[in-house]
């Protein structure tokens, strides 16, 4: 069946592996039938700083307070033109893959203003009007699918399970868990390409062609089964007990009776 | 002894929490006898998205690749002038306090981009021309202290070492050992004050008054004790065999030893 995918990136090489990628979504998914949706952050010179200019209709003129203005302005259809834009491609995706070079182990600035900006109260969270009742699994967004596919200056094993970067799936996690899964989405493992600062052209080719044959299943793959709040694995937003016993930590969100991929869980 | 402290702010409301803290760090250091430089990112409108306009002199015109336009920008003293300024205050701060409001689990974009844009090549990575020698623990920064200070919209619970958002300190890994522990600095545990949404005016006085006595040990209280690359607990950066034997993720990077404060360790 036909989907509709939305694709953000934030890199402004045209000729960047980033945007080889990119080309490489919107190619593979057009000829598997998909329609494709493009935001290309750099080539829409997007605002990333979140500020008063996003408020044109402030409900306090006085004294800004982002979380009540968003709110408004969310409300009363008072948004920037941009930032509505966003939400109706998210609204309109069955699928939303983000491209982004991997800088000081989080997404560039413009990409974080993409989510600071777009992710509005009572859209992205106080959905409903119901505080913090619908998230993690529930939301605006729930039935989507979302995919980072990162570009990863450093070699993989600086971010394998006891590299000393981080396991890469940890460091993504205030992404993955956090803005992803947050308003519903089910989000698939991240795609990384490492030690992309000194590719051979065969190396690659052959990510790319990996890449390709990830996409082809970005329909049909298990997501990363991160627990959901309201599935009766939490007491007061708070892991039960008798749920990953004992232990600490961001991968225990992940419930390993589900998971075939996802955050690594070896105890080896 | 008199020493400098550099302040690092993100918010442009004057009477936000994370305003009246900035006031409070700035009073408090200076009354401690310290020299207090200060980065109103909002009010400087620093340029948050990195990009061609980072480098008026290009070494490749045709193909824009950070890295290397980043290293010949900083080697060439051709950065622009706001970025090779905020590199002069690093290098004359003692400590660095970064004042933010956590949004989706992460710094605002500006402050993203503040990294992003300051920490060019050769100085904050592949300092001394010299790849991934020196870093966690060694580099440009080393010797200075670092301390972030976050405002918190959600409960503390949310953020305990089994809540559903996951343990505050892992979430802020990629900013506290991935940002500033990287290029040399000891990172002190992280301040963060929850339920920042609705405050009552007491509860926000007794935690201004806290703050106040942290500020009062800045430079005597003990860092996260993460641990140095080049220290002996690595081997090829990934963590020695024998060291927290059998576990993986970001709180193996704390050496437990060492270990009064920082990120929670507990196996309860």
Request: hydrophobic content about 40%; proline content about 5%.
């Amino acid at each position: 069946m036909n989907k509709t995918a939305l694709v953000v990136y934030a890199h402004p090489e045209p000729t960047s592996l980033t945007r080889r990628f990119v080309m490489e979504t919107v190619g593979t998914l057009e000829q598997l039938g998909h329609t494709v949706m493009q935001s290309d952050l750099y080539g829409m010179n997007w605002k990333a700083t979140f500020d008063e200019a996003d408020f044109p209709c402030r409900i306090n003129k006085d004294r800004l307070a982002f979380i009540q203005e968003s709110g408004h302005a969310y409300a009363t259809r008072q948004q920037t033109q941009d930032v509505a834009e966003e939400q109706r491609k998210l609204l309109a995706a069955d699928a939303v893959i983000f491209h982004f070079p991997l800088w000081w182990f989080g997404m560039p600035a413009i990409l974080k203003g993409w989510i600071d900006r777009v992710y509005a109260y009572g859209f992205a969270y106080g959905y409903k009007g119901e505080g913090n009742r619908y998230r993690y699994g529930d939301g605006i967004l729930k039935g989507k699918r979302a995919l980072l596919s990162v570009m990863v200056g450093g070699p993989a094993k600086d971010y394998s399970p006891r590299g000393i970067n981080g396991p890469l799936e940890e460091l993504l996690f205030p992404i993955t868990h956090g803005a992803l899964f947050f308003p519903g989405m089910d989000v698939l493992s991240t795609h990384a390409v490492y030690g992309t600062g000194k590719l051979e052209p065969s190396v690659a080719e052959a990510e790319i062609s990996a890449w390709r044959s990830r996409l082809e299943h970005l329909f049909d793959e298990a997501p990363i089964p991160f627990r959901h709040q309201n599935g009766g694995d939490y007491e007061g937003h708070v892991l039960a007990g008798h749920i990953s016993s004992g232990r600490t930590g961001l991968a225990i969100h992940v419930d390993e009776g589900r998971a075939d991929q996802g955050i690594d869980q070896c105890q080896t």
